[in-house]
Every structure is written in structure tokens, then in C-alpha cells.
């Protein structure tokens, strides 16, 4: 990605007396920043309050909260909400010696993580669907065709596209998939809800196109975000968590496009990643040097890199998996795998310390280390990550900076 200017304005200067208070949630000082497909504000004007209460408040630390795939905004706050109810459960408790004192404000980002016309899924209709199709896919001049014919495929025609689709050029950029087997047969079995189909081709396809967007958001607009809240604030340490792809989101904030000026983070906290388990490592035989190598390197995060596993993350260990073997590929998902994702595997090849995530877990960290979270006994899906034990570890991670 070329080096560009943020797309955000700069911040503004202090609030006079009088201004208004910043919104609360659950006792932070909370405020949303919604991003667009580009990293650009979709209303600047909510970004301008942001920052201007930011400013105002003169916090020591912000936390930047990042969802993760298939999220609309109402679905990414109320994830958010779960997270910050824990956390002052815990900073009211269990951690106010660790983090007396801290002055919090938190930004939730919101960024467009599903196809726009499947934003409400269970209403999509089959216009909804093409036209998402084409939002996945917009170069992909074959599957155009297709969709614009005006109506859902027939049998024939989902075969043709499940196997042009597993062929196109999003998939072909990914390493997880195989080789095709010639011969397979491309579905199987007779009933069939096309509709339906349809659509999940379509969702399945965009999980690839996501993960491009998460990184082009977090090297953009979620990079000049960060930078905003840095000179709206800037005594402030500013700590980055991410969950799914907004942990790839939130490690492409961290590293930036090659050139760019640098960037120092106090934190980041990589919630079931959906990216390479090799993303931080060192290139070792047939691993090359992770993309995310930089941030360590550069020691970008001056405090401690905390990393979820667990092989119970399903959707991590097969969803790459999901359109191939729809069409009738095999797949390896052994921990072997060697694509595999840091949400299953860890950080691999990157000197990272091991640390079993429960309840009773001390949770000792140190300033400039990352940490794998073996976090079977916590989180028990790629989903359900809104844990007290993992907001526990980000808080006590947050506390040593």
C-alpha cells in the first residue's frame, strides 16, 4: 500500500468551557468512530467530537475497540458494551490497585466488516445478494456476468459458480486453499435451497475481500484515527484491541504501509486473530517473514503484545475451509496447517512467551514481549470473546505500560 495522508482532519484545538460532556458507557467516556470501506470517516463530524472530547478530558490512556468480521454497528457497541461492563467490574475491583489512578476513554471503531447489502442478513433478498455479489467481487469480470443475468442461478449455474468463485482471484490469493482435485464432483446431494445458497456463496467469498478491507482500513483510517487521538491527547497511551479481522485491523494500524512515518502504541491485544500464525515471526525454512514482522522489529508497541488462542475457535480453523470444501475439496485443518491462524496456533516463530489464560492465571507481563493466551479454559468459540478473564488479561496488560 503507498504511503498517503491520513483521511482524518487534525485535531481540533481544546473545548472552551462549557462543552458538552462526553458520553458514558458503563463509567467511560465513550464515543463511536465509524470508518468506511477506505479508512475514511463516514461522518466527520462524529470523528471532530471524538477528538474534541478527547481533548477535553486529557485521559492517560485510550483504548481503541475493533470488531471483527460480520458486524454491523449495532452488533459491534453491544460487543463493546459487554467488554467495558467487565472492565469496570474489574477496575471498581479485583485490578483498582493495579490501574489507580488511570484516566479512561474509550473509542469503539466501527468498520464496514460484511458485504453493505448483507448488513441485515436475514432480510437480504436475491437483489440484495447480487448486488453484494459485485461488492465482493468487483473485478471479477465472469461472476458479473453471472449476476447481472437478473436472477438466482439455477443448480447448474451455483455449480459453475462455486467452482468459478473457489477459482477467481480473491481465492487464488489465499494459501489455505488447495489445489483442485480434478474429478471431485462440485456438490452433493439433490436438495438444495439456492436462495439461501446463494447468499452464503456470497458471504463466504467476502470473508477474503474482508480481510483485504481490515488491512487497507487499519493502514489508513484506522492508522490516521490513532494518530488523531495522539495529538487530541497527547500525554495519552493509546492501546489497541482487536477481535477477528479487527485484530488484523488493529495489527495493520501498528504496522503501516512501508514508508510511513513511525507509530508507538502502549498496547495491543489480538483477540482469536484472524490472520497467519506467522504474521510476527522471523522467516525459519519454508515460513517466510511474517507481514506484521515490522511491528516487532521497529518496537512499535513499547508494552506488551497479547495474543488469544485456541483450538476451539472453529471458525478460525475451518472457515477457510467452508467454499472449498462446499466444492468438494479436501482440506487439511490439522494443527500442521501450515497457514494456519494466529487465533488457533498463537504467534508463532516471533519469541513469544506462553501463558495458559484461566481464572486463576497471575497473569505477569513485561513491557515489550508478546504473549500467546492458551485460552481453552476461557474462550469457548470464535465468537463468544467478551470474557471477564479476557478482559482481565487486557486490563492487567494495560497496567504494566
Do not use: C
Not at 359 to 369: I, M
Amino acid at each position: 500500500m503507498n504511503t498517503r495522508p491520513s483521511p482524518h482532519a487534525s485535531a481540533p484545538p481544546r473545548p472552551t468551557a462549557g462543552s458538552r460532556a462526553a458520553p458514558q458507557l458503563h463509567g467511560f467516556p465513550y464515543a463511536t468512530v465509524q470508518l468506511d470501506r477506505n479508512g475514511a470517516p463516514v461522518d466527520p463530524a462524529e470523528l471532530r467530537r471524538a477528538v474534541s472530547e478527547l481533548s477535553a478530558l486529557d485521559p492517560s490512556d485510550v483504548l481503541v475497540l475493533v470488531h471483527g468480521w460480520n458486524a454491523t454497528r449495532a452488533s459491534a457497541e453491544a460487543r463493546y458494551s459487554r467488554y467495558l461492563s467487565h472492565a469496570r467490574t474489574l477496575i471498581d475491583g479485583r485490578l483498582a490497585p493495579d490501574l489507580q489512578g488511570r484516566r479512561f476513554a474509550v473509542i469503539g471503531l466501527v468498520w464496514p466488516s460484511i458485504p453493505e447489502s448483507l448488513q441485515s442478513p436475514t432480510d437480504a433478498s436475491a437483489d440484495d445478494v447480487r448486488v453484494a455479489a459485485q461488492e465482493a467481487f468487483p473485478h471479477d469480470a465472469e461472476l458479473l456476468r453471472v449476476v447481472r443475468a437478473g436472477r438466482v442461478p439455477d443448480r447448474e449455474h451455483v455449480e459453475q459458480l462455486i467452482d468459478h468463485v473457489t477459482e477467481s482471484e480473491i481465492f487464488a490469493q489465499e494459501p489455505d486453499f488447495p489445489e483442485r482435485e480434478p474429478g471431485r464432483a462440485s456438490l452433493r446431494g439433490e436438495a438444495l435451497d439456492l436462495g439461501t445458497l446463494w447468499r452464503d456463496i456470497v458471504v463466504w467469498a467476502s470473508y477474503y475481500e474482508m480481510r483485504e478491507r481490515a488491512g487497507r482500513i487499519g493502514e489508513s483510517g484506522g492508522r490516521g484515527l490513532v494518530r488523531d487521538i495522539q495529538n487530541a491527547a497527547p500525554s495519552a497511551k493509546v492501546h489497541l484491541l482487536g477481535h477477528s479481522f479487527g485484530a488484523r485491523l488493529a495489527a495493520s494500524v501498528a504496522r503501516g504501509p512501508d514508508g510511513d512515518p513511525p507509530l508507538t502504541l502502549a498496547s495491543l491485544h489480538l483477540i482469536q486473530g484472524a490472520f497467519s500464525h506467522f504474521g510476527f515471526g522471523v522467516a525459519t525454512g519454508p515460513a517466510p517473514e511474517g507481514y506484521f514482522r515490522p511491528v516487532v522489529t521497529n518496537r512499535v508497541v513499547t508494552g506488551p503484545i497479547l495474543v488469544t488462542h485456541t483450538e476451539k475457535d472453529l471458525a478460525l480453523r475451518i472457515l477457510y475451509t467452508l467454499a472449498s470444501t462446499f466444492a468438494g475439496h479436501v482440506r487439511d485443518i490439522a494443527r500442521s496447517n501450515p497457514f494456519g491462524a494466529i487465533g488457533v496456533s498463537g504467534a508463532l516463530n516471533a519469541g513469544a512467551q506462553p501463558v495458559v489464560l484461566n481464572a486463576d492465571a497471575p497473569l505477569s507481563f513485561r513491557n515489550g514481549q508478546i504473549y500467546n493466551l492458551q485460552s481453552d479454559a476461557v474462550i469457548p468459540n470464535h465468537g463468544d470473546v467478551e470474557q471477564l478473564d479476557v478482559v482481565r488479561a487486557v486490563l492487567r496488560g494495560i497496567s504494566i505500560t
